[in-house]
């Protein structure tokens, strides 16, 4: 039995506990899932494809270079939120945007450097996240982004997020790509894939959970997808924006939602100590 989130979005949420057990259970360390939430996701997706591509060809460091000085700022911010004693918007979507860029930084280097097809890194990388899923279910009895309250299931939460980074980004070259579909009919057929999960939630009764992990995945290649249309030149199939106005463009939307949420704190719910009074997380 599914319980709903106040203030959750129309699209599925990853929360199984009722209310009166989560109301007191330790700060959750990742936002209640709302419609800013799946926003800025896309958006952060769609950032991580066009940025990666400009770094790639402005920067001068060469696909394997960009790699690694994004991965080490990606380690520099995910210590600082794994630091943190509750969710604090600013960090937590930094991550997340660090975070695409590193997973289509993964992808990318699969398939340009090495060389592997991306029908092998998409098996690949559904593979190992299909693993990361199985581990983290084995150690805690749930894949519920509701109780990312510990060190450990915080790990398990932010390597399934990078690989279905990396998954969703072969995958979608794979699609529009690979399959000579295109941007636009790529973004397309996404986002039908996601209205059938959020259908399937809503009126089958499918698994919140799931749908939620679901869901996250295919906003990658959505996003991806939305991203190359932008910014491709339009002999390319793309309307020509360029990945600098696309990217600034994009961050500039995600900065002006982050600093919303983080003062109106829409996507925090408010947990109660047994005494009856809110609790306040220990780096307050």
């Not at 929360?15 to 996701?41: C, D, H």
């Not at 860029?101 to 993964?106: C, D, K, N, Q, W």
């Not at 150690?139 to 939460?157: A, K, N, P, Q, W």
């Not at 070259?173 to 790529?186: A, H, I, P």
């Amino acid at each position: 039995m599914t319980y709903e989130t106040p203030g959750s979005s129309a699209l599925p949420t990853a929360g199984e506990t009722p209310p009166s057990q989560r109301a007191l259970s330790r700060y959750n360390k990742v936002p209640e899932v709302t419609v800013y939430f799946w926003i800025i996701k896309v958006l952060c997706t769609t950032v991580g494809e066009t940025a990666a591509d400009l770094l790639n060809s402005k920067a001068g460091l060469g696909l394997t270079g960009v790699s690694v000085v994004m991965s080490a700022l990606l380690a520099v911010v995910l210590l600082v939120q794994f630091r943190m004693r509750a969710y604090r918007p600013g960090i937590y979507w930094l991550a997340v945007a660090l975070i695409s860029v590193v997973g289509t930084l993964i992808s990318d280097n699969l398939t340009d450097n090495i060389g592997v097809p991306l029908e092998a890194s998409t098996a690949v990388f559904a593979l190992i996240l299909a693993t990361v899923f199985l581990v983290w279910y084995r150690r805690v009895r749930t894949l519920s982004i509701h109780h990312i309250d510990s060190t450990g299931r915080e790990s398990f939460y932010w390597l399934a997020v990078l690989f279905t980074f990396a998954l969703g980004t072969a995958a979608g070259d794979l699609v529009s790509e690979r399959m000579s579909l295109g941007y636009w009919l790529s973004a397309t057929l996404f986002a039908m894939a996601i209205a059938a999960i959020a259908i399937a939630y809503f009126a089958l009764d499918l698994n919140a959970v799931w749908g939620f992990w679901f869901v996250y995945i295919l906003t990658r290649p959505l996003g991806a997808s939305i991203g190359d249309y932008l910014s491709q030149p339009t002999g390319e199939g793309g309307l020509g924006f360029g990945t600098v106005v696309t990217s600034v463009l994009f961050l500039a939307v995600i900065l002006g939602l982050v600093v919303y949420l983080a003062v109106t704190r829409k996507d925090v719910i408010e947990r109660k100590a047994p005494n009856g009074h809110a609790a306040q997380p220990a780096d307050q």
